[in-house]
Nanobody
Framework: QVQLVESGGGLVQPGGSLRLSCAAS????????MGWYRQAPGKQRELVAT???????DYADSVKGRFTIAGDTAKDTVSLQMNSLEPGDTALYYC?????????????????WGQGTQVTVSS
C-alpha cells in the first residue's frame, strides 16, 4: 500500500501565497508522476499541476505563471508553491501519485490519492 500525506492548506487573502507539500510512503518501487488536483464545491476534480520523475511539469492554464510545482524523487515528495492566489483557487486540493510497485514477481502501476487539504482564498 502507498500513502500520500498532504500539508500546507489554509486561509489566505487574495493576492497571498501558500505552499502545499505531499509525502509518499509505503511499498514504492518508482514514482512516475506526482502532482495536485483540486475540487471546488459543485465542480468536478481538475488538474492543477503534475511533474514527472524526469522533472517535466504540466500546469492547468488557469494557474500558469502563478503556481510552481517541484518534485523530489529522492524523498518521494512534491510541493506546490501558489502565488497571487485568487478566490477562484478556493478548493480541496488533492495530492496524486502514479506509483510502481512489486506484488510478488509482478511489476504494477497504480494511481493513489491523498485525503485532501483545504485552500480558501477570501478577504
Amino acid at each position: 500500500q502507498v500513502q500520500l500525506v498532504e500539508s500546507g492548506g489554509g486561509l489566505v487573502q487574495p493576492g497571498g501565497s501558500l505552499r502545499l507539500s505531499c509525502a509518499a510512503s509505503g511499498s514504492i518501487s518508482n514514482i512516475y508522476v506526482m502532482g495536485w488536483y483540486r475540487q471546488a464545491p459543485g465542480k468536478q476534480r481538475e488538474l492543477v499541476a503534475t511533474v514527472t520523475s524526469g522533472g517535466s511539469p504540466d500546469y492547468a492554464d488557469s494557474v500558469k505563471g502563478r503556481f510552481t510545482i517541484a518534485g523530489d524523487t529522492a524523498k518521494d515528495t512534491v510541493s506546490l508553491q501558489m502565488n497571487s492566489l485568487e478566490p477562484g483557487d478556493t478548493a480541496l486540493y488533492y495530492c496524486y501519485a502514479n506509483v510502481a510497485y512489486f506484488r510478488g514477481l509482478n511489476y504494477r502501476r497504480s494511481d493513489y490519492w491523498g485525503q485532501g487539504t483545504q485552500v480558501t482564498v477570501s478577504s
